[in-house]
């Protein structure tokens, strides 16, 4: 079970690019990389995930090296709903275990 | 809306009783985890079950417990309740194909214990 790092909070302001980086230094072979992002009293909602290189979806890309040791996750002009809390799992078949999460506080 | 229903949306209930709290994942959904998350807290990961089967455990009390039936609803039984067990419990569903899926979580049941 690889262990994460995230930093516990980050503070932007609107239509800046944020960047959170999570660490995990024992990522497996066959470990892939998941972000999640939750709203206050909301389940947690799948971001996006890779496995190398870089992924891109409509909503955010996702950086990692080729070590693999550490991801960042990167949202693009963020807003006011983008307050959330994110996550970043790293495991496989479906280990669904949370760390604590990266606390991303958007201001006007 | 993920797909995932969670019943009842909220619960208030006194200390020492038992609650049942209901899970029904996505369509095709094999496999389905159950988390608690107390106020301001992180998610801590109580059980999956895949097709039936215990699939792992987390930090779940021997006072919970869990199960899937055969049309794949889950149900999470927790009895003689505490004050300290009043958070949200969360029910996730995936589909399994052998690497990591996407998750899709429900809305949540909030119990209250008073």
């Known amino acids: 079970l690889a262990k994460t790092t995230q930093p516990i909070s980050m503070d932007s302001y609107e239509g800046q690019e944020v960047n959170i980086t999570c660490s995990h230094n024992?990522?497996?072979?066959?470990?892939?990389i998941t972000w999640y992002q939750q709203f206050p009293s909301q389940g947690p909602r799948f971001i996006i995930q890779?496995?190398?290189t870089k992924v891109t979806n409509e909503v955010a890309s996702l950086f990692i090296p080729a070590d693999r040791k550490s991801s960042t996750l990167s949202l693009p002009r963020v807003s006011l709903s983008d307050t959330a809390v994110y996550y970043c799992?790293?495991?496989?078949?479906?280990?669904?275990?949370f760390g604590a999460g990266t606390r991303l506080t958007v201001k006007p | 809306d993920s797909g995932v229903t969670q019943t009842p949306k909220h619960l208030i209930t006194a200390t020492g009783q038992r609650v049942t709290l209901r899970c029904s994942p996505r369509?095709?959904?094999?496999?389905v985890y159950w988390y608690q998350q107390s106020l301001d807290q992180g998610l801590q990961f109580l059980i999956q079950?895949?097709?039936?089967?215990?699939?792992a455990k987390g930090n779940i009390l021997e006072r919970f417990s869990a199960q899937q039936f055969p049309d794949l609803h889950s149900e999470l039984n927790l009895s003689s309740l505490e004050l300290g067990d009043s958070a949200l419990y969360f029910c996730?569903?995936?589909?399994?194909?052998?690497?990591?899926?996407?998750?899709?979580f429900g809305q949540g049941t909030r119990l209250t214990v008073v």
């Open positions: 996730a569903s995936s589909a399994w194909r052998g690497r990591n899926t996407e998750a899709f």
């Open positions: 799992l790293v495991g496989e078949n479906n280990d669904m275990r």
């Open positions: 369509s095709g959904d094999l496999s």
């Open positions: 024992n990522i497996a072979t066959n470990d892939y």
């Open positions: 890779g496995y190398k």
């Open positions: 079950y895949y097709n039936g089967e215990e699939r």
